[in-house]
């Protein structure tokens, strides 16, 4: 057994998770050469990294002067996915790139090119992707076991308080030290629904089904730049994909989702039935199906990536090429839509909890769900249609719609 080198980019916040789960392995066939961030002592890993003499610094680009690692885990901001994936492969590492993959189509391309050109592996973060609940239900999808897919929709409210969009520089930014962040309700906390649906459909079990066209519709209640509400409605060669997620809440529902086939329904969290509170459910004519639970936060993309590495196994991995079709809804969405401000008259404050949130919203979105509607396709006043973008030969991002 081969032992591997680790390197991780990013330790605060979300990144302090990896390094949490790493120590928590008392295997000896691999090891943390160093750890990267520009304020380690904010993480909350940083005295355990000290007391084991975790070699610690401020950019990869000097961690590869003094080590090496077989490889990077890139956990930072958005806008550094590209560079640091890059700048690891230059440097002999396979990475293990947190989602999204990157900001832009262009970035992800830029990826992909230097992947091949120094042939490593790099997987992408996706938690769902790993999911053998997923993996197993992709499976029977693509041996057509359900028939064609017709429909695919997901609504996830998450509350989101106002110390959220506080906790770093860069949340809810579109851009930043000139440099795509493009942190969304949809690019962040939700984005692996929106993208587990655009796996499911996707011919092998690695990749995506690209998305051909999107019309989006992007809200806002918070002071941030991006937007913390959305709906969308995606089109690829062989179903429509529905996607709803707000922050703009003030109770959490879902993630709820309901994919409609020519043979079965597959639902997950569905309010009218009980079996699917947190589990996977086929519903053909005469019975049902259970495939069980998804575990969203579980840690496995860790383990599938070092053991691919560490041990010889060829598990499957979430590929650039499939993190670049909800980059490429990401992008057209901006394309499609301006970012309305909620009017005044629905918004709320809670004090106790910190959170902006918009009167009926939750209730509207449910209904738009339950319709296969976009917002302005339900007559609500603020509502406004955004233009359909074509993803054909989508290969540059310049700027969403002011």
């Given at each position: 057994?081969?032992?591997?080198?680790?390197?991780?980019?990013?330790?605060?916040?979300?990144?302090?998770?990896?390094?949490?789960?790493?120590?928590?392995?008392?295997?000896?066939?691999?090891?943390?050469?160093?750890?990267?961030?520009?304020?380690?002592?904010?993480?909350?890993?940083?005295?355990?990294?000290?007391?084991?003499?975790?070699?610690?610094?401020?950019?990869?680009?000097?961690?590869?002067?003094?080590?090496?690692?077989?490889?990077?885990?890139?956990?930072?901001?958005?806008?550094?996915?590209?560079?640091?994936?890059?700048?690891?492969?230059?440097?002999?590492?396979?990475?293990?790139?947190?989602?999204?993959?990157?900001?832009?189509?262009?970035?992800?391309?830029?990826?992909?090119?230097?992947?091949?050109?120094?042939?490593?592996?790099?997987?992408?973060?996706?938690?769902?992707?790993?999911?053998?609940?997923?993996?197993?239900?992709?499976?029977?999808?693509?041996?057509?076991?359900?028939?064609?897919?017709?429909?695919?929709?997901?609504?996830?409210?998450?509350?989101?308080?106002?110390?959220?969009?506080?906790?770093?520089?860069?949340?809810?930014?579109?851009?930043?030290?000139?440099?795509?962040?493009?942190?969304?309700?949809?690019?962040?906390?939700?984005?692996?629904?929106?993208?587990?649906?655009?796996?499911?459909?996707?011919?092998?079990?690695?990749?995506?089904?690209?998305?051909?066209?999107?019309?989006?519709?992007?809200?806002?209640?918070?002071?941030?730049?991006?937007?913390?509400?959305?709906?969308?409605?995606?089109?690829?060669?062989?179903?429509?994909?529905?996607?709803?997620?707000?922050?703009?809440?003030?109770?959490?529902?879902?993630?709820?989702?309901?994919?409609?086939?020519?043979?079965?329904?597959?639902?997950?969290?569905?309010?009218?039935?009980?079996?699917?509170?947190?589990?996977?459910?086929?519903?053909?004519?005469?019975?049902?199906?259970?495939?069980?639970?998804?575990?969203?936060?579980?840690?496995?993309?860790?383990?599938?990536?070092?053991?691919?590495?560490?041990?010889?196994?060829?598990?499957?991995?979430?590929?650039l090429e499939s993190a670049l079709?909800?980059?490429?809804?990401?992008?057209?969405?901006?394309?499609?839509?301006?970012?309305?401000?909620?009017?005044?008259?629905?918004?709320?404050?809670?004090?106790?909890?910190?959170?902006?949130w918009v009167k009926g919203l939750?209730?509207?979105?449910?209904?738009?769900?339950?319709?296969?509607?976009?917002?302005?396709?339900?007559?609500?006043?603020?509502?406004?249609?955004?233009?359909?973008?074509?993803?054909?030969?989508?290969?540059?991002?310049?700027?969403?719609?002011?």
């Amino acid at each position: 057994m081969k032992q591997i080198s680790v390197v991780l980019a990013g330790i605060g916040g979300y990144s302090a998770k990896y390094v949490e789960n790493i120590l928590k392995k008392t295997d000896s066939w691999f090891r943390i050469a160093g750890v990267v961030d520009p304020y380690p002592e904010k993480s909350t890993m940083y005295s355990r990294l000290e007391d084991m003499d975790i070699p610690i610094f401020k950019t990869l680009k000097e961690f590869y002067r003094h080590k090496k690692a077989d490889l990077a885990i890139i956990s930072s901001p958005i806008h550094y996915h590209c560079e640091q994936t890059c700048e690891a492969l230059e440097n002999g590492s396979n990475v293990l790139c947190e989602k999204p993959a990157a900001a832009t189509v262009q970035e992800i391309k830029e990826m992909i090119y230097q992947r091949e050109r120094h042939r490593k592996l790099v997987a992408v973060g996706f938690q769902w992707a790993y999911d053998p609940v997923f993996l197993k239900l992709k499976q029977d999808v693509i041996a057509g076991k359900f028939g064609a897919p017709l429909r695919l929709k997901a609504l996830v409210l998450w509350p989101r308080d106002i110390f959220y969009y506080k906790r770093t520089s860069w949340a809810g930014r579109l851009i930043m030290n000139g440099k795509f962040v493009l942190d969304s309700v949809a690019n962040n906390a939700t984005s692996h629904f929106l993208h587990a649906m655009l796996f499911l459909i996707g011919n092998d079990l690695q990749n995506s089904i690209t998305p051909k066209a999107v019309e989006a519709e992007l809200y806002r209640v918070n002071k941030i730049e991006s937007f913390d509400t959305c709906c969308m409605k995606i089109k690829t060669l062989s179903a429509e994909i529905m996607f709803y997620a707000s922050h703009a809440v003030n109770e959490l529902w879902g993630p709820q989702f309901a994919f409609d086939f020519e043979g079965a329904k597959i639902v997950y969290n569905d309010p009218e039935i009980p079996e699917s509170q947190g589990k996977i459910i086929a519903i053909y004519k005469n019975r049902k199906e259970i495939y069980g639970p998804v575990e969203h936060g579980s840690m496995r993309k860790l383990w599938v990536v070092m053991e691919n590495l560490g041990k010889g196994r060829n598990e499957p991995v979430c590929t650039l090429e499939s993190a670049l079709s909800q980059t490429l809804v990401i992008n057209g969405a901006h394309e499609s839509s301006e970012i309305i401000d909620f009017p005044e008259a629905v918004v709320k404050f809670d004090k106790d909890k910190s959170l902006f949130w918009v009167k009926g919203l939750s209730e509207f979105m449910k209904s738009c769900f339950e319709k296969n509607k976009l917002f302005s396709e339900m007559g609500i006043s603020w509502a406004k249609h955004g233009r359909k973008i074509e993803l054909d030969n989508y290969e540059f991002f310049k700027g969403g719609t002011k």
